[in-house]
T-cell receptor, first 117, second 113 residues
Framework: DVKVTQSSRYLVKRTGEKVFLECVQDMDHENMFWYRQDPGLGLRLIYFSYDVKMKEKGDIPEGYSVSREKKERFSLILESASTNQTSMYLC????????????????FGPGTRLTVL | DQQVKQNSPSLSVQEGRISILNCDYTNSMFDYFLWYKKYPAEGPTFLISISSIKDKNEDGRFTVFLNKSAKHLSLHIVPSQPGDSAVYFCAASEGNQGGKLIFGQGTELSVKP
C-alpha cells in the first residue's frame, strides 16, 4: 500500500511566522503535489513536482514555495503566514508515467489542519 | 473557470437505497476520471476510476458511469451504508499535463440509518 505521511496533523502559527509542512511518500513515486482544501472550493493545487529539484506552480501558488531535495520528500513553505492561509493542507503522490493510463491516480496523506492567528 | 463541477453540495439518502453523485466537466481533452472519498480530518482516499475509452466501471457497491457526449460522470453506490457518509470529490486529468488532477468542489453524502 502507498503510504504518504505529513509531519503534523494540527498546527497553530502566528501571522508573519515562517511555516514548514513536510510530506514523505514511500512508494518511489515520481510526482508529488500540495493542495489546500477549503469548504465549497474543493481541492486547489498549490505546487507540484515531477522530479527532484523540479517544481511547477499550480493554481494558487502566491504566498507559498516548495522544496524537493529528495525523491520521497516534498516540503511546502509559507514564507510569512497570514490568516487567509488558515486551511487544510493535503499532500499527494502519484507514479505518473505519462504514457500509461491510470498512473495519474494520486494518493493522499492525512492532511495538516493549519490555523494562523 | 471551473473545469470540473459538482453542483450538489450535499445529498441525503436512506440506508439501503441508491446514492447517485454527479459531476460535470467542460474540457473534452480529459481522458481519465476518478472519485475520491474524504472523511473529516483525513486525507481523500481513492475510490474508483474510469478511462475515457469506457462508459462504465464497477467495483463492488460502487459504479462509475461516463457520458462523454454530455461531459458528465456519475457515481452510484448500491446499497448505501451509514459508513459511506463522507465528502465525495470527482477529479479529471488530461494525459499530457504531468499527472495533474482537476477536482470538483465535493458533495457531502449523508446516509441515514
Amino acid at each position: 500500500d502507498v503510504k504518504v505521511t505529513q509531519s503534523s496533523r494540527y498546527l497553530v502559527k502566528r501571522t508573519g511566522e515562517k511555516v514548514f509542512l513536510e510530506c514523505v511518500q514511500d512508494m518511489d513515486h515520481e510526482n508529488m503535489f500540495w493542495y489546500r482544501q477549503d469548504p465549497g472550493l474543493g481541492l486547489r493545487l498549490i505546487y507540484f513536482s515531477y522530479d527532484v529539484k523540479m517544481k511547477e506552480k499550480g493554481d494558487i501558488p502566491e504566498g507559498y514555495s516548495v522544496s524537493r531535495e529528495k525523491k520521497e520528500r516534498f516540503s511546502l513553505i509559507l514564507e510569512s503566514a497570514s490568516t487567509n492561509q488558515t486551511s487544510m493542507y493535503l499532500c499527494a503522490s502519484s507514479l505518473y508515467t505519462g504514457y500509461q493510463l491510470g498512473t495519474d491516480t494520486q494518493y493522499f496523506g492525512p492532511g495538516t489542519r493549519l490555523t494562523v492567528l | 473557470d471551473q473545469q470540473v463541477k459538482q453542483n450538489s453540495p450535499s445529498l441525503s439518502v436512506q440506508e439501503g437505497r441508491i446514492s447517485i453523485l454527479n459531476c460535470d466537466y467542460t474540457n473534452s481533452m480529459f481522458d481519465y476520471f476518478l472519485w475520491y472519498k474524504k472523511y473529516p480530518a483525513e486525507g481523500p482516499t481513492f475510490l474508483i476510476s474510469i478511462s475515457s475509452i469506457k462508459d462504465k466501471n464497477e467495483d463492488g457497491r460502487f459504479t462509475v458511469f461516463l457520458n462523454k457526449s454530455a461531459k458528465h460522470l456519475s457515481l452510484h453506490i448500491v446499497p448505501s451504508q451509514p459508513g459511506d457518509s463522507a465528502v465525495y470529490f470527482c477529479a479529471a486529468s488530461e494525459g499530457n499535463q504531468g499527472g495533474k488532477l482537476i477536482f470538483g468542489q465535493g458533495t457531502e453524502l449523508s446516509v441515514k440509518p
